[in-house]
């Protein structure tokens, strides 16, 4: 457990988040959930592989972490991510930038050829706490 704590802590400050001089008031975390339709993880992941994630970045979201679960209701139908925005405002820019970008558009639209992919999305909202090790 403590090698994994290390290399967290290290991943989080290599990429600037475990720096408290680096922590900015305004920035906000976004942890997003996927349901897929039944058998249509697979493709969703292929779609954030190939596509999904590099347009995210191309729109000002930085892409944190993706996880899948392990709990056997879940496992074959969810995908957990967070992004970071540099703020609230900024989100909303960014998701609108990103929805009417073309290049996405023709990716989902290809993606969906054999049915709906996404069932049900949960998004929320984040501010580290003061004890957090993202700050």
Request: hydrophobic residues 40%.
């Amino acid at each position: 457990m403590k090698k994994i704590s290390l290399t967290l802590s290290a991943l989080l400050l290599a990429i600037g988040l475990g720096n408290t001089a680096m922590a900015d008031d305004e920035r906000v975390f976004e942890l997003r959930t996927y349901t897929t339709h039944e058998g249509k993880l697979p493709a969703l992941l292929e779609r954030f592989d190939n596509h999904t994630r590099w347009l995210f970045e191309k729109h000002g979201m930085m892409n944190l972490a993706y996880w899948t679960p392990v709990d056997p209701e879940l496992k074959e139908n969810t995908l957990t991510y967070i992004l970071v925005h540099p703020s609230l405002q900024a989100a909303e820019t960014n998701w609108k930038a990103f929805g009417s970008d073309p290049e996405w558009q023709a990716v989902y639209k290809k993606s969906r050829e054999d049915g709906p992919i996404v069932k049900h999305i949960d998004s929320t909202f984040l501010t580290p706490t003061e004890f957090s090790r993202i700050r």
